[in-house]
């Protein structure tokens, strides 16, 4: 769980910089990279659900 939370901690921050570096100077390749970062933040909070909802029956 532990290590989930620090993988879902360091997208979000990857995440962060590339839309912030789309926004600023129009950067289309960091753009690509956030809309990536997304998609995996997505999977990983599912993740996470899924082992909270566990851990909380036990």
């Known amino acids: 769980m532990k290590e989930l939370i620090e993988n879902i ?3 979000i921050e990857s ?3 590339d839309a ?3 926004v600023e100077s ?3 390749a960091a753009g690509t990279r956030a809309r990536k ?3 995996a933040l997505e999977k990983l909070l599912k993740e996470f ?3 909270s909802v566990a ?3 036990k």
């Open 9 to 11: 901690q360091s997208t």
């Open 15 to 17: 995440f962060q910089t």
């Open 20 to 22: 912030n570096l789309q």
């Open 26 to 28: 129009g950067n289309k």
């Open 37 to 39: 970062s997304s998609l």
């Open 49 to 51: 659900r899924k082992v």
């Open 55 to 57: 851990e909380s029956k």
